[in-house]
């Protein structure tokens, strides 16, 4: 495999010719991607460095896959304009168990090093902490545009928020990374690798990033901002989802996720072949035609699936609507159960529902529809 293929929908390698020297040392490179557990799913934006990690181990090197369950508890602030809320440890953990599953819909999970940097980062000691917080300055960590700008209009930047490149380079150093991988947005974070890691005296990871993938709404897509394409979620969502995906898009698309250039001219075609691709990526060929019948029957002519989910109301009176959308119709999280109701996207029998504590009686025999896609009717145990 040539380096331009190691490298495809690369925005920065950096230092340039560094990762063509590497590779003449004849050994396997450690390709290092760090992910947040902020949500339940990875996203196709993740895919993108993924999809580099892939190129890496189909030529025989190793992607360490770092779950970063340790700094979820602080959140990256990258691109934010404000500090992140803190997730409880409880949801932290049931996220982290779902990645590496979903991750592996790209990743050769026998090529891949799985590894939770509550491993390393639980271990720091204050004394550790100081050593490496010498490594860099408060000026340069202001440097990045995010907290520069928080800074210039006087908005809450916490100590904790400030450590977070740091956290993230120790992972390099725990990992001995040879190349970090990552989107355009985290390019200050991986040159902090480098940084520390040659405090550590080791030699310093290479830094390749990619494009950030568009969502519908306009902005980088994220699990925590439910604008999102999971890479391993219900078929059917994931095609009526792709579908969405904006006419002008569909380059960014075609180029990052599916790795084309040669864009169909025809909108709709162009869209039915991006989301059979993602379909089928996730699970298999047999789950497109069923996912596009869906989609064209519940979707395009607006009528409900022919075969509606059975289930079983739980126990209690009233019940609480957002975990039993969660439970039941597959909705992430019960934050984005919340939103949807409050945006008008959760039906009973046809009807919105504003509520989020329904009494039994109205659930019993009712068909319960959230979003355009996913159904379900209710029976009493």
Do not use: C
Request: charged letters at 30%; a negative charge.
């Amino acid at each position: 495999m040539a380096i331009d293929d190691l490298t495809r929908n690369a925005n920065e390698v950096l230092p340039q010719g560094a990762l063509e020297e590497k590779l003449k040392q004849g050994r396997p490179l450690r390709v290092k991607l760090g992910i947040d557990v902020t949500a339940p799913h990875v996203t196709l934006g993740n895919g993108v460095p993924l999809q580099r990690m892939r190129a890496f181990e189909d030529e025989g090197h190793v992607g360490v896959l770092i779950v970063g369950d340790y700094t979820t508890r602080i959140g990256d602030p990258s691109g934010r304009s404000a500090t992140r809320p803190i997730l409880d440890p409880e949801e932290i953990d049931r996220n982290a168990q779902r990645y590496f599953e979903h991750a592996s819909t790209i990743i050769d999970p026998e090529k891949t090093e799985l590894r939770f940097n509550s491993e390393w980062l639980s271990k720091v000691d204050f004394a550790e902490l100081l050593k490496l917080t010498r490594t860099t300055t408060v000026a340069r960590i202001l440097e990045r545009d995010d907290f520069a700008k928080r800074w210039a209009e006087r908005s809450p930047i916490s100590v904790s928020e400030l450590l977070y490149p740091l956290m993230q380079a120790y992972d390099s150093v725990a990992v001995e990374a040879d190349v970090e991988l990552g989107g355009n947005d985290q390019l200050f974070n991986l040159l902090a690798g480098r940084d520390v890691m040659e405090a550590y005296g080791l030699e310093p990871q290479i830094a390749l990033t990619v494009d950030l993938l568009e969502s519908w709404d306009g902005t980088a897509m994220s699990a925590s901002r439910g604008n999102y394409i999971a890479l391993f979620e219900d078929p059917n969502d994931q095609f009526g989802k792709a579908m969405r995906v904006p006419d002008e898009l569909l380059p960014q698309y075609y180029r990052l996720v599916m790795e084309r250039e040669d864009v169909p001219p025809d909108p709709l075609e162009a869209k039915l072949e991006l989301a059979r691709f993602i379909v089928q990526r996730a699970h298999g060929e047999a789950a497109v035609g069923p996912a596009e019948e869906h989609f064209t029957r519940v979707v395009r002519r607006h009528e409900a699936p022919e075969d509606v989910p059975e289930k079983t109301l739980p126990a209690g009176d009233p019940i609480h609507l957002p975990a039993l959308l969660v439970e039941h119709l597959g909705v992430g999280s019960t934050s984005e159960a919340r939103r949807l109701i409050e945006q008008g996207g959760v039906k009973l029998d046809g009807e919105a529902v504003v509520e989020l504590d329904v009494p039994r009686a109205r659930l019993e025999g009712a068909t319960v529809q959230a979003g355009k896609r996913r159904f379900a009717r209710f029976q009493a145990a």
